[in-house]
């Protein structure tokens, strides 16, 4: 059967190799992971000068640190020398400088090359113009965004853009504060599925009444599976029992300040492009960093960012947590038992879309058209 044989119910997803195919993948790091805004670390990982973290974008390990200012700086961690990867391990601290652990070429918080044996005696060797290769950044939500591309598209649009198209205005979102808030909890889930299955079913609600049940006890109206939640400005209501969003209904915490009352005892989810999910509630924001590794594999961050006084007093925020966590287990293993069928003769014309994820859709015409069409 084919695309066009399709009754009018139905929209054709992506074939299956889209999910399989390392060539795919290699194309999406290059087009979207390297060449669109990436939400890479937590400001607040980096609690000083020389302190660093390392992450993976696309098919580059990136070095995110803050100089002697205190300022967020992003570098490729590749030494100029002869290449060596600079910082081996994934998060650490540095006096004031970073070290190749190779020939010992250092350089300092801002990337200008220091110190190497026998440096003196290269005086023409310019000290900027061998530093390390500097990464685009920019702070929004209290983490450090990258971007590789050479001219990066506008961050405004692309990213900003998002919680705006899917709530209508900045307002909104600026009103949960989250670049101040403390992280409460972190939980890092190694998916064993393509990245696109977990942007996939994080975009639709049809699986809402049959995998998650604490969830649809909290947001009734999404037992009824439409992506109500995509309906630009509209936060599903909390039940009328529930008290707060917490994995029994019990009450939570005191609403952040600024949150609106029309936002009030609502849950809002928003997608950014290609890896991030923000997800609103009055009393806390979790927020999902995905690191795709292969075609097959997705490391996925998760924060549950709490007002700083909620974290500082060691209050116990663990029912809060598990009604997400719940609810990312449910999903992830939803996404893992569908990883190994998309590589199926089954599947090589892939599934379909029912109505309420016809929006889906829409994600697949962005994705292939950055790829370069359906024949990538
Ligand atoms: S490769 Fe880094 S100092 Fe030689
Ligand atoms: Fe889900």
Request: aromatic residues 10%; contains cysteine; charged residues 25%.
């Amino acid at each position: 059967m084919t695309a066009t044989d399709l009754p009018p119910s139905l929209i054709a997803t992506l074939p299956g190799r889209f999910y399989t195919d390392p060539d795919v993948f290699r194309r999406e790091q290059e087009r979207l992971f390297e060449s669109m805004w990436f939400c890479a670390v937590r400001g607040s990982d980096l609690a000083g000068p020389g302190a660093f973290r390392t992450v993976q974008v696309g098919r580059e390990s990136v070095i995110v640190t803050r100089n002697r200012a205190g300022e967020l700086r992003a570098f490729l961690n590749v030494c100029r020398h002869r290449g060596a990867r600079l910082c081996t391990e994934e998060s650490g601290e540095v006096r004031r400088a970073l070290q190749c652990p190779y020939h010992a070429w250092t350089y300092d918080l801002d990337g200008k090359l220091i110190a190497a044996p026998n440096l003196v005696k290269m005086p023409d060797v310019d000290r900027t113009t061998y530093g390390l290769v500097t990464v685009q950044l920019r702070e929004w939500l209290g983490y450090a965004w990258v971007c590789l591309a050479d001219e990066a598209p506008s961050f405004e649009e692309t990213v900003i853009g998002a919680a705006v198209e899917r709530l209508g205005d900045t307002a909104s979102i600026e009103r949960y504060g989250t670049e101040d808030l403390a992280l409460g909890r972190r939980i890092t889930y190694d998916v064993k599925a393509n990245w696109k299955l977990i942007v996939e079913n994080f975009m639709e609600c049809y699986h809402c009444a049959t995998i998650h049940p604490e969830l649809t006890d909290v947001l009734p109206e999404f037992a009824e599976g439409y992506a109500a939640q995509y309906y630009v400005g509209h936060g599903a209501a909390f039940a009328e029992e529930v008290e707060g969003f917490t994995v029994d209904g019990s009450a939570g915490f005191a609403k952040l300040p600024e949150v609106a009352e029309e936002q009030d005892r609502r849950y809002y989810a928003i997608t950014v492009k290609p890896t991030v999910f923000i997800n609103l509630v009055p009393d806390h924001v979790i927020l999902h960093r995905m690191f795709p590794l292969a075609e097959d594999r997705t490391i996925v961050e998760c924060d549950w960012l709490y007002a700083p006084e909620v974290v500082e007093s060691g209050t116990d925020v663990s029912k809060s947590v598990e009604l997400f966590h719940r609810v990312n287990v449910q999903d992830f293993d939803a996404c893992e038992r569908t990883q190994p069928a998309m590589a199926s003769r089954a599947y090589r014309a892939g599934g379909v879309l029912v109505p309420a994820e016809h929006h889906i859709g829409i994600f697949h015409a962005w994705l292939t058209e950055r790829l370069g069409g359906t024949g990538a």
